[in-house]
């Protein structure tokens, strides 16, 4: 099966402690995508600019990712971002932000896009998100990202978005933002509470939390001595998550949970250099390596 | 066999975001000793004042605890401490220490600890922790904490110290600040190659990491919503871990990978209530029954 993504094509400035790249690939879907693609076929909806360039385009082609549903907006510019990670390689200061074409991005989904089964709605106004639910006839899994500026400052539309949605992904600052508790685990439970039948809360270089009405557990990440560039980690810590679920067919607890995992050994290769650069070196089959290594790291 | 702590004993005074608590019972081989006391028979070094409440020590030979390496000094009063933790329950500020008898303490093993296989030098001077080192014959396993006050103004000596040990506990900052290296991964190997076997870095909510020449791994804490005092989470993870060891009385490292997960759940228990108090309330069943909850959790 294949999974439906829609969220933004982008241009990504990064400035790192040791490095520095300029309007590199990037994106919440183009991190996504290409992270779902080792599982499984992808249906991309997006919008850019004339100045996107088609090799890009074909790049995502080439990974089996449907871009049908990417529209080039005439005469507009795609939506760039530049950053500056601090020494920790966690924390990060957004420079610049123009949103350019994707500021009014009204997102229309193909006709044969409507029947998909596993849906993610990448960050993004919910206004926007709940309007691709709306064109989406009986998926099996919808599960939504979100940002601080929207449980600021459009609160209500995101609890509406979150009682429409199974699951949803957020970061620990935003899940505490949400619930006003420090304590994630006690967080995790009352976003539970607030509709999605389970919450993903990423923690960065220290793994992922899971938290449904049932069950409670966190996994930690993969331990690399390389990160270079973090942009895009909690994407394509999706994108492992949704893909390998639609590769299997099932949202069993236990195939949420094999998800997750893919999930963090995704990101892991996704952290190791700037933009898609290490994602595009690797293959199914070295996601399944680190897998084993992770696998033995766990079990005692 | 028994397990040699030599480490302070302490009256705690202690800020939360909602309660406090005035000159509870503390101190490192305080919350180590009563830790390990699930798993094996301690001894016990340190010095206390003429202050020093004979039902404390009382309660420590109740957990087969052996006293006779405490010295009261007299006319003197306790090492004590005020903390306050700040709103996300893992930083902390220092509101007063007074050192006290501990300033002066040159620890003195009574002649049958000698012969300890398990040795844990607790948070001191690193001079002071190698001078329980020239005491003791023939040991099996030495592992050592440290802190930032050490690493920063005695690392001579510290260095000397990790020379002699097989292991070496710290925390995250602790470890960055050693190895001039914000990557945990990166930082765990450098402080191997500076003398320890292994390495053992404390995340606090986020769990712990191993390091030795041929392993690497992490394991996250065990999700706990109810974090009401921190306080001794490290030495507890510690006490669990050794005690773990000396029980089974092999250091391989499938042991060693046990006694890190035994560490981590004594140290979840200790957090959910001020000084010993929830580690009085539990026994040895209930850390096996979290052991089985914390294995599930981490198997997929």
Known sequence: MSVLVVGSLAFDSIETPTETRDRVLGGSAVYFSYAASYFSKVRLVSVVGEDWPAEYTRL??????????????PGGKTFSWKGKYLSNMNDRETLEVHLNVFGDFNPVLPDEYRRSHFVFLANGAPAVQA?????????????????DLWI??????LLALMRRVDGLVMNDSEAKLLTDDENLVRAGHKIC????????IKKGEHGAMFFSEHETYVLPAFPTDKVVDPTGAGDSFAGGLMGYLASKGDISAQSL????????????YNVEDFSLEQMKRISRSDIDFRMERYRRMLAF
Chains 1, 2 share one sequence.
């Open 60 to 73: 995502l082609q080439s990974r089996d990712i449907d871009t049908q549903g990417l529209s080039i907006t």
């Open 131 to 147: 309007r691709v639910l709306d064109q989406v006839v009986g998926p099996r899994l919808v599960m939504a990202d979100t940002m």
């Open 152 to 157: 600021r400052e459009f609160r209500d539309e």
């Open 193 to 200: 509470k607030m509709g999605p039948k389970f919450v993903v």
């Open 257 to 268: 949970k094999e998800a997750m995992a893919y999930g963090i050994l995704v990101a892991s």
